[in-house]
Nanobody, 124 residues
Framework: QVQLVESGGGLVQAGGSLTVSCLAS??????????MAWFRQAPGKEREFVAA????????RYADSVKGRFTISRDNAKNTVYLHMNTLKPEDTAVYYC???????????????WGQGTQVTVSS
């Protein structure tokens, strides 16, 4: 079993930056072997893919809407994955969810483990 806890959300002005974090816990071999991802869900919209990273960090994927503005990274020693968000826009406002799964993917149902989410609000 893997538990995921997000933190770092908040209110930021458009054009600003914010970093959200996800701490993974559980069986060490499980966490180390997992691909990690960030999804987000805005009010009234479906949950959508944001970014994902393999265990080694050598393979990374981004949604087109955040490419060039967001950076995903992970620190396996700390069992933590980060999402660094720059040049934030009001349309980035959403609850940001951390997910863990066996392979890197942009598809929700690839990831069996999910956190509770952290709210990111970007004001105009």
């Amino acid at each position: 079993q893997v538990q995921l806890v997000e933190s770092g959300g908040g209110l930021v002005q458009a054009g600003g930056s914010l970093t959200v974090s996800c701490l993974a816990s559980g069986r060490t071999y499980s966490v180390d072997a997992m691909a990690m991802a960030w999804f987000r869900q805005a009010p009234g919209k479906e949950r959508e893919f944001v970014a994902a990273i393999t265990r080694s960090g050598r393979s990374i994927r981004y949604a087109d809407s955040v490419k060039g503005r967001f950076t995903i990274s992970r620190d396996n020693a700390k069992n933590t994955v980060y999402l660094h968000m720059n040049t934030l826009k009001p349309e980035d406002t959403a609850v940001y969810y951390c997910a863990a799964g066996p392979i890197i993917s942009s598809t929700l149902n690839t990831y069996p483990y999910w956190g509770q989410g952290t709210q990111v609000t970007v004001s105009s």
